[in-house]
């Protein structure tokens, strides 16, 4: 019903001074609220109506209660049949609007019934969040596909390497050195298990999809990735500064998922600060229980920091800034730090630079541990 509007020559009604309009509303179970079709003014209403609206500017008249109520409709004032859904910006809740018209004692009501809809509304959103992480993760799942392929063909060539360098390392220590190529020879060895680690876990993820999670300390994850990292660091002439908190309780986590993470975070971090002065590179790695009570891991660098834009994207698989990146990094730390419950996040660091960190809950009273 479209609400009589402006009807010439009724009687004026006065606001409140229809008790019988009153005690009527009062009897329906919805915020309901009777407006002059005559000049928009309030008459009477329900209690679930004053509960509702009582706090919003303007609640006691027609056209700026509408005006309040955002809807994404603008010139929605003509109310037509379908009923329109709308915000209360004061309580954010939802609520559908259903117009009726009404002649009492010859004054003309436009009456108002208000269904609050906030559930569903919630319902819907959620839904949608939730198809929109199905669908990421899907997409991610096809990666591992693709990884998994690759994982396949490396496995064996990893393994030969690693068996090679075990030799050379015999080799060495039987001829008592040198000790730059013994050490050489270590780093190597490293960086080739860390790739068959790796390699193995995403053959794993891509079979079993669940992260094997156990109480793990944050100083081991945060030493072996620095150690991954040192040569290329030292390349560059940058210092790693580790500032963790003292006594940091330990994580629930995939070790090798998170190291993963950190990796991809702190190579990122690197990468920013290729093209800035050598003196003024700075690499940080903070870690601290935040006030939420989770283990938080921030990785602070003086790169060039990202625009607006960018930081808007940054999280979208194949986004890249980069002329040989492949833009799926930080798409796979966010899903890996949320399948462990925790938060990837970015923010500009104080004095330039970015930030870019992740949390994970605590292991203690986790199962198995
Ligand atoms: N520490 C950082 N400082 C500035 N930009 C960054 C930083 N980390 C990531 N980015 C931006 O996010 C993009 C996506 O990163 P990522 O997913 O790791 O993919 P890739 O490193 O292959 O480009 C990068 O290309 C870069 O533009
Ligand atoms: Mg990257």
Redesign the pocket.
């Known amino acids: 019903m479209t609400p009589a509007r402006g009807a010439g020559g009724r009687r004026k009604a006065a606001a409140g001074d229809n008790a019988a309009v009153a005690a009527m509303l009062e009897a329906i179970p919805f915020p309901c609220a009777a407006f002059a079709s005559d000049g928009g003014g309030l008459v009477a209403a329900n209690d679930g109506y004053r509960k509702a609206f009582a706090g919003l500017d303007g609640h006691d008249h027609r056209a700026r209660l509408l005006a309040a109520l955002a809807d994404g409709d603008p010139d929605g004032s003509d109310a037509d049949a379908a009923p329109r859904e709308v915000n209360a910006p004061h309580s954010n809740r939802w609520y559908a609007l259903h117009w009726g018209a009404a002649d009492v004692e010859g004054t003309a009501l436009d009456l108002l019934t208000a269904v609050d809809i906030s559930a569903r509304i919630e319902a819907l959103d959620s839904h949608k969040s939730r198809q929109e992480k199905l669908l990421f993760t899907s997409r991610l799942m096809s990666v591992g596909e693709m990884a998994a392929t690759l994982a396949h063909e490396l496995n064996q060539p990893l393994a030969a390497i690693v068996n090679y360098l075990n030799g050379s390392l015999r080799l060495v220590d039987q001829a008592g050195g040198p000790v730059q190529v013994e050490r050489a020879l270590i780093a190597a060895r490293t960086q080739a298990e860390h790739a068959a680690a790796v390699i193995s876990r995403v053959r794993e993820f891509v079979r079993a999809r669940e992260p094997r999670r156990d109480a793990r300390d944050l100083v081991e994850i945060t030493n072996t990735v620095v150690e991954l990292l040192r040569l290329e660091a030292e390349r560059l002439q940058l210092r790693i500064e580790l500032a963790l908190a003292p006594g940091l309780p330990a994580v629930y986590a995939d070790r090798v998922m998170v190291e993963q993470v950190l990796l ?2 702190v ?3 690197i ?2 600060m290729r093209e800035i002065p050598a003196q003024h590179r700075g690499l940080r790695i903070e870690g601290r229980v935040n006030l939420d009570g989770e283990v938080e891991v921030r ?1 602070c ?1 003086r ?4 625009s607006e834009e ?1 930081g808007a ?3 979208s ?1 194949f ?4 002329s ?10 966010r899903s890996i730090i949320e399948y462990h419950e925790g938060r990837l996040f ?1 923010e500009p660091r104080e004095g330039g ?2 930030v ?1 960190g992740f949390t994970l809950p605590p292991a203690e009273g986790r199962g198995q541990q």
């Open positions: 991809n975070l190579k990122n971090a990468e920013a990785v660098d790169g060039e920091g990202l960018q994207q940054l999280f698989p986004f890249t800034t980069k040989d990146g492949l833009g799926i990094g930080l798409a796979i730390c970015f630079g970015s870019f």
